[in-house]
């Protein structure tokens, strides 16, 4: 469990290293004085800037020529197999994104197995499941990830953390079939995940808010990325690409309130709210997001349709009103690679 104790520590230190309190203005200097030092210090600025472009360029020409050391690192560790991650991948009728999800996924570093949560009425083909198999880079250059299907009855979004038999990492990624995560992002946020096992750990944050703060009925209203963009602030992150410990499937199908999946099972919305509020209310503590490029390779989903934010503002309100108070915690924490920063 992340304490809270140890967020109002960062907190604490992030005001003594930059300050918190007021600041007074230098005295005024000759005007003389003051031009020679601008242009002195214009110049400086001048010759660091195309210090940086050069640096940089040569990082980037070094970057693309060099193997994955993430992947290296990961090939020489002690821990091996059973001591990386497993991909669960959503997936429902879009054949050619789960095709290159399966060969993204299945070449990181890291990666233990790729299961692909199977929920459509027919079972998949056997044409289907060999070429999807042989999208598979096991063994192509650092990718030994094995690729199994979990084939489930019916058509629920609730299977998507059903328990998987056979899991064998503790960190499962759960991840939609049109979301790309960049090998080298999803390795530094599985290390992420490694200092807060317990927490939830994502790209996608998003928030909550009061609709009326001075109201005594608590409405809630959903933050979108825009929202979370203008304040900083979040108290979700999203299980379309998100790390969490295995042991929340069992919690989540096995201990959570069924009328909440019932809602899921009836609305087809919000599970991956369902699981926030799961998370949270068992830890008593925020989630953490990671910054990072993904890459959205679909242009269709249940976020695309119309009312999608008035729906998950209904769900944010259905589940408190569940659980007797609203277990969602806010925070600011940012987690952030400075290897791939251009200011520290």
Known sequence: MMPKLLLQQLQAAADRRYGSGRRYPLPLRHPSLVHGRFTAFFIACLLAVAAVTT???????????RPDQAAAAYAA?????????????????????LKRSVAHYSGCAGVDAVHVVWSEPQEPTEELLGSILN?????????AAEVRF??????????????????TA??????????????????????????APSAMVGFVPRMHWLADPGSNTK???????????????????????????????????????????NYVNEN?????????????????????????????????????????????????????????HMPLVATTLKAVDSRTSWFW
């Open 219 to 261: 409405e809630y209203r959903y933050g979108s990325w825009w929202s979370v963009w203008w304040t900083g602030t979040y108290s979700m992150v999203l299980s379309k690409a998100s790390f969490f410990h295995r042991q929340y499937l069992d919690l989540y199908t096995n201990h959570m309130l069924p009328s909440i999946r």
């Open 55 to 65: 640096t940089f360029a040569f990082a980037l020409a070094l970057t693309l020529h």
């Open 135 to 143: 999208c598979s880079r096991r063994g192509q250059g650092g990718g």
């Open 268 to 324: 087809r919305n919000c599970e991956d709210i369902a699981m926030s509020f799961l998370v949270a209310n068992a830890t008593g503590a925020p989630p953490v997001w990671v910054q990072g490029r993904i890459f959205e390779i679909g242009s269709s989903g249940i976020s695309s349709l119309k009312g999608h934010d008035l729906q998950r503002s209904k769900c944010l309100k259905t589940f408190s009103a569940m659980y007797g």
């Open 170 to 195: 503790d960190a499962v990624f759960s991840v939609d079939d049109d979301l790309i995560v960049p090998c080298s992002t999803l390795w530094f946020a599985f290390g992420v995940w490694q200092g």
């Open 150 to 167: 979990v084939i489930n009855n019916e058509d629920s979004l609730n299977n998507r953390f059903r328990p998987i038999e056979g899991l």
């Open 77 to 97: 560790s002690p821990r091996g197999g059973g001591g990386g991650y497993a991909v669960v991948i959503n997936t429902w009728k879009r054949y050619d994104l």
